[in-house]
């Protein structure tokens, strides 16, 4: 592919990035998004679960972003790079901030995500703090605010993958959370990246790890994060699809998810909106329950 339609290709994939409101986005998901304009997949229906291959490398990729010149792309943010620990609260001079209760938080595998995610509002908009793998363990203050609000929950964000799955058991183990917090993983799920139809990613690395997964409906729950200790109950059952898929050493991170979809869906999760029933699913419902049914209470 030439170099000249490689770089418009890289302008329409940064304007796609950026829409609506002019949003930002990492240098990751600007790659997917290039992924996308060039072999739109996306847009196939979700019954057929499938993912599909990079449409361009990432070294031609990082070769054309490097034509463009430092700076050239709006809405591109420079990558996290990890600072010394600092203690929650220095944003603000308030000497109350932990007096009170903190009903959500949102915990990405990802910094940059989590960077990505900062950078657009969602702590504000959605009343919830948003924080990386690097941050973690979580500050107690933060743990003492979690503990104030009533059924508070901590979110997990993670890639579609064998070590991303063993996030929130990781997060259980490192974390001690207050008695009556709930963590709940958000995805990705490999069927979650099937549905989407999301680019995968290939490495020898993660070949091995999907054994210690149970399958579903196995009644072995005996994965990372089963058992005793702070992560029981986190572990994923997998389906026949999603193991098949990750034995091939496939991933998806959540990088490839394109931007605005991942901030409307976070936004919709964290404040458990529910999704609205389609007609369909309604008229199935009906169907049920017989049209003719007389009401009996």
């Known amino acids: ?17 950026a829409e609506p409101g ?35 490398t990432y070294e031609a990729y990082l070769a054309a972003l490097r034509r463009h010149g430092p700076g050239s792309v709006d809405g591109l943010l420079p990558p996290v790079v990890p600072k010394p620990r600092q203690a929650a609260g220095r944003h603000t001079p308030e000497p109350d901030l ?83 917090v709930r963590v709940v993983p958000l995805g990705l799920r490999p069927r979650q990246a099937g549905a989407l139809h999301l680019v995968h990613g290939r490495g020898p690395a993660y070949a091995a790890v999907p054994a210690a997964f149970p399958a579903a409906g196995s009644g072995l729950v005996r994965g990372p994060g089963a058992g005793q200790g702070p992560g029981q109950g986190l572990a994923f059952e997998l389906g026949r699809w999603e193991r098949d898929w990750l034995r091939r050493g496939r991933f998806v991170e959540v990088a490839a998810v394109n931007p605005a979809s991942l901030i409307r869906t976070v936004h919709r999760l964290v404040r458990e909106v529910r999704t609205p029933r389609s007609q369909l699913t309604e008229l199935r419902q009906v169907r049920r329950a017989g049209f003719l049914s007389w009401p009996t209470a």
Not at 155 to 174: C, K, N
């Open 98 to 180: 932990f007096d009170y209760g903190l009903p959500r938080l949102l915990v990405c595998e990802s910094d940059d995500i989590a960077a990505m995610l900062r950078a657009n509002g969602v702590p504000m908009e959605s009343a919830c703090p948003v924080y990386g793998a690097s941050e973690l363990p979580l500050d107690e203050g933060v743990l003492r605010m979690l503990a104030l609000a009533e059924r508070a929950t901590v979110y997990l964000l993670h890639d579609a993958s064998a070590r991303g799955l063993t996030f929130p058991a990781r997060f259980a183990r490192s974390a001690d959370l207050p008695d009556g």
């Open 22 to 56: 002019q949003l930002r986005f990492t240098e990751r998901q600007l790659y997917y998004e290039v992924c996308r304009v060039l072999m739109p997949w996306h847009r196939a229906p979700r019954r057929a679960q499938f993912t599909s291959a990079p449409a361009l």
């Open 1 to 17: 592919m030439g170099d000249a339609i490689v770089d418009r290709v890289l302008r329409t994939a940064a304007e796609k990035a």
